[in-house]
T-cell receptor, first 117, second 112 residues
Framework: GAVVSQHPSRVICKSGTSVKIECRSLDFQATTMFWYRQFPKQSLMLMATSNEGSKATYEQGVEKDKFLINHASLTLSTLTVTSAHPEDSSFYIC?????????????FGPGTRLTVT | DQQVKQNSPSLSVQEGRISILNCDYT??????FLWYKKYPAEGPTFLIS?????DKNEDGRFTVFLNKSAKHLSLHIVPSQPGDSAVYFC???????????FGTGTRLTIIP
């Protein structure tokens, strides 16, 4: 159990275009999903917390108009990188928490490698 | 301000021996700690966790120790296996807080 998928696993796009990344909890309901970014050889940086049916909460320094997050259902959250630029190239990872558990474990997707040319 | 620190960026251990990964934290509000394992180009996988009401939690080959007074936790893997080669992240949170604060990770290499 506790499987989280992400799609696509890898995407290359041109500067100025937008890219959408999907995060799905496959076998459980997740009221809360999280979006992280990881630079090479660095830690996971939390970008935003996404709750089903409400607006995402962004971490300080993360542009909410650039990184649009939609948590439309208990099993799906999307991250759209708008007007992508080369500096947005990174590894993006989502995670999800069980809605019915009180524990703090987050279950992570496999990540999406974004390259902006 | 790095509230969770893993001071060893890398560690090499002989197969069959014990691997000890360390983590220090500065925020005294943290009361729940987790360890994750991550392979390249994959998402982290949850390994084991511990609440501040305990000082030890064991699951198979993995044991986590918590020293609250020193604000230090460690992950012991014994015996170490080649498949354990990965980057290990410790993470911390506090009661009622959904967010996890991650350390910078330690790359563990198991030498056959």
């Amino acid at each position: 159990g506790a499987v989280v998928s992400q799609h696509p696993s890898r995407v290359i796009c041109k500067s100025g275009t937008s890219v959408k990344i999907e995060c799905r909890s496959l076998d459980f309901q997740a009221t809360t999903m999280f979006w992280y970014r990881q630079f090479p050889k660095q830690s996971l940086m939390l970008m935003a917390t996404s709750n089903e049916g409400s607006k995402a909460t962004y971490e300080q320094g993360v542009e909410k108009d650039k990184f649009l997050i939609n948590h439309a259902s208990l099993t799906l959250s999307t991250l759209t990188v708008t007007s992508a630029h080369p500096e947005d190239s990174s590894f993006y990872i989502c995670s999800a928490r069980y809605s019915t558990r009180s524990s703090y474990e987050q279950y992570f997707g496999p990540g999406t490698r974004l390259t902006v040319t | 301000d790095q509230q969770v620190k893993q001071n060893s960026p890398s560690l090499s251990v002989q197969e069959g021996r014990i691997s000890i990964l360390n983590c220090d934290y500065t925020n005294s509000m943290f009361d729940y700690f987790l360890w994750y394992k991550k392979y390249p180009a994959e998402g982290p996988t949850f390994l084991i966790s511990i609440s501040s009401i305990k000082d030890k939690n064991e699951d198979g080959r993995f044991t986590v120790f918590l020293n609250k007074s020193a604000k230090h936790l460690s992950l012991h893997i014994v015996p170490s296996q080649p498949g354990d080669s990965a980057v290990y992240f410790c993470a911390a949170t506090s009661f009622g807080n959904e967010k996890l604060t991650f350390g910078t990770g330690t790359r563990l290499t198991i030498i056959p």
